[in-house]
């Protein structure tokens, strides 16, 4: 398993596409430049023959078992359907074009509309105008980011996905929305069951830690606990920590100076997702409301 994971890592940093011209479903997109890469593919901004500017997720699938490669192709096919189901149900889910799969290269790909930069990159940026110093982002903004993640999640929840790797870059700016552009490793049964699958700190503690005779169970909880570390990377910079004060401030850093965005913090920061905040908690809390 570990093996297969690696490969897929390895191949995803891969760079080699970007000045190339990728027949999918027979139409000819030419790669101009990597956006990001995850343990399951890399990211490209490209431009369809007709001119449109498009994003595409490649995945790599080479030198797997056939069985695993049927198996991983249809959870992305899945993916890609349940992703245009629920962009019926929310303006925060991206637009899918095609999705292909090359059985020769053992690729698949997912051809989106091109959004902008991604939250994490927004965050980064304005810290660095700011050098560091007090939030990146001003608390008006800071709550029209909140609000939209919490709906995309009520989404998921509604529809009984856990996403289990919500982090600032995998939203994406399309103007002032956030959009969200796959299911993380909800619905990759290559993953479930494994620990440490998820992004460090951003994926909750039950997922990342590996606890010798706990059995591993992943629920709703998991994303709320994605959503508090996204609140404090807004405030703060960084992510939170795995600890019991984890909704504490950096070292060296002060408190936020709004109360009910630092009670939020509290509910959602919380080591065991039996007391961690629910969504309908979240979605009535004053800071969601106000």
């Known amino acids: 398993m570990g093996g297969i994971l690696n490969l897929l890592s390895r191949l995803s940093n891969d760079d080699s596409l970007v000045g190339r011209v990728v027949l999918i479903h027979g139409r000819p997109y030419a790669f101009q430049r990597r956006l990001g890469s995850g343990g399951f593919g890399s990211v490209y901004a490209a431009r369809a023959s007709h001119g449109m500017p498009v994003a595409v997720k490649v995945i790599h699938l ?15 096919l899945n993916e890609v359907q349940n992703l245009e189901r629920l962009r019926q149900e929310s303006r925060h889910v991206v ?4 999705f292909d799969f090359d059985a020769a290269s053992g690729t698949a790909y997912i051809v989106m509309e091109l959004g902008g930069e991604t939250l994490s990159t927004l965050i980064k940026r304005l810290r660095g105008m700011t050098r560091g110093q007090g939030p990146s982002i ?3 903004m800071i709550k029209a980011f909140w609000n939209q993640m919490v709906n995309i999640v009520g989404t ?3 529809n009984r996905i856990v996403h289990m790797d919500l982090k ?22 290559e993953a479930l069951g494994q620990a440490r699958m998820g992004t460090p700190f951003f994926s909750a503690p039950e997922i990342m830690q590996d606890i010798p005779g706990l059995q591993r169970s992943y629920g709703p909880k998991a994303d709320i606990w994605s959503l ?6 807004m405030v703060y910079g960084v992510p939170p920590m795995y600890h019991q004060f984890a909704a504490n401030p950096p070292r060296g850093l002060p408190t936020f100076p709004d109360p009910a965005l630092n009670d939020l913090l509290r509910r959602t920061l919380v080591l065991s997702p039996h007391t961690r905040a629910d969504i309908q908690t979240i979605r009535n809390h004053p800071f969601s409301q106000s």
Not at 228 to 233: E, K, N, S, T, V
Request: aromatic residues 8%.
């Open 228 to 233: 508090g570390a996204i609140l404090y990377f």
């Open 62 to 76: 080479t030198n797997l078992p056939p069985d695993r490669t049927r198996n991983l192709v249809q959870v992305y």
């Open 156 to 158: 998921l929840h509604a």
């Open 138 to 140: 001003d608390l008006m």
């Open 168 to 189: 600032p870059d995998n939203l994406i700016l399309f103007g002032p929305t956030l959009k969200i552009a796959d299911l993380g490793i909800s619905k990759k049964s």
């Open 95 to 98: 637009v899918i074009h095609d």
